[in-house]
């Protein structure tokens, strides 16, 4: 079982800067792909940002592709979100996930295996 918790939520005004952070449990989260998700009040979870076990591959959703950077340090079994740049619209719930037998960088939520308790991100305008 792999524990996932997230941190460094909190409240920013637009244009503003956040870095969440995601510490795994586990002597194999390198070989985890590891998103991050987000939901927002009244809305469905979608996904924000993947990257690969290794760490070369990424992809983001169109709305925060410039904006958001997923990185990760398999030394220290964590992945972040560098979020820049925020925008109200950007308001949610973010969860960190965790896909134990990656093909690829999964994109859709069922695809991922382990889930954090989500820290909770507010944009002010």
């Known amino acids: 079982q792999v524990q996932l918790v997230e941190s460094g939520g909190g409240l920013v005004q637009a244009g503003g800067s956040l870095r969440l952070s995601c510490a795994a449990s586990g002597r194999t989260f390198s070989t985890y792909a590891m998103g991050w998700f987000r939901q927002a009040p009244g809305k469905e979870r979608e996904f924000v940002a993947g990257?690969?076990?290794?760490?070369?591959?990424?992809y983001y959703v169109y709305s925060v592709k410039g904006r958001f950077t997923i990185s990760r340090d398999n030394a220290k079994n964590t992945v972040y979100l560098q979020m820049n740049s925020l925008k109200p619209e950007d308001t949610a719930v973010y969860y960190c996930?965790?896909?134990?037998?990656?093909?690829?960088?999964?994109?859709?939520?069922?695809?991922?295996?382990?889930w954090g308790q989500g820290t909770l991100v507010t944009v002010s305008s």
């Open positions: 990257i690969s076990s290794s760490g070369g591959s990424t």
């Open positions: 996930a965790a896909d134990r037998t990656p093909v690829a960088v999964p994109l859709r939520a069922y695809e991922y295996d382990y």
